[in-house]
């Protein structure tokens, strides 16, 4: 093909990508916990450009951009993310932010995990009591660090074989409302926890394990694969979360209402370099 019609192309699709909405695939758990509607209108004021979120699993969100169906990405899911990017489909790796996950449960806890002080011994607790437990499983990053502390816990249920562990199929906030009905215990990250506390019914009961880190990190698809992917509106989103001014806001958010931090920014030394 002539080099002038593949420039002519490329420029049309710039153009062609410039004009639609810039497409963000999250994790539910940063919608649910109310940061993007939080962030996201200054950036859509400030750039005119419209920004479609689609919330899923950090998993689905990743397979979205495996297609070419995103232009960035905020996910939790570390192992997954590093995969994604050595088979070459982000061009670039960001921290934003990171918040930890707790096991919550009801008041009662029937399992008696609140006077243990680690995840995996809470895990293993609930699975010797057989007290109900609500996953996600949905592949999100949720799900993965839920499978990863049943693997040290030396337990693996499953919903077929194992009555009292549930799936719930469906994002954090959903998840937690399944469980507060059902009296189950389930694992959530603090920010959806803490923004949809009330009328839930539902406990934290352990929080504070190292194991229970949880960093995002945003992915800019790489455009050298996908033509139509817009790389230039997703590296202003990506300036515009990373920026000081953002991480600060990202920091604020939350403690006001809760008291607490709900996420605390990851990106403020890079960007002061």
Partial sequence: MPKVLVGL????????????DLVLATTTSVRDAGLLEYLLPKFER?????????AVGSG??????RRGEADILIVHDPVAELEFM???????????????????????????????TGAVAAFQAIARSGARFVSRGDRSGTQAKELLLWGLAGAAPSAKADA??????????????????????????????????????????????????NPYHLILIDARRFAWV????AARLKDYLLSAE???????????????????PDAVKCCEQ
């Fill in 164 to 213: 009292w562990y549930l799936e719930s199929g469906q994002g954090m906030g959903a998840t937690l409302q399944i469980a507060s009905q059902l009296r189950a215990y389930t694992l959530t990250d603090i920010g959806t926890y803490l923004t949809h506390a009330s009328p839930l019914e539902l406990a934290i009961l352990v929080e504070g394990d190292t194991l229970l880190r």
């Fill in 86 to 116: 050595t088979q070459g489909f982000g061009s670039d790796r960001f921290p934003l932010a990171h918040n930890e996950f707790a096991i919550v449960g009801p008041a009662g806890d029937p399992a008696g995990i609140k006077e243990l």
């Fill in 9 to 20: 192309l490329v420029l049309s699709s710039g153009l062609a990508a410039q004009q639609r």
């Fill in 46 to 54: 400030d750039s005119r450009r419209a920004v479609k979120v689609i």
């Fill in 246 to 264: 953002t991480q600060a806001a990202i920091g604020a958010y939350g403690r006001e209402e809760f008291g607490r931090s709900v996420f605390v």
């Fill in 60 to 65: 689905q969100a990743m397979e979205l951009g």
């Fill in 230 to 233: 817009d790389a230039a509106g």
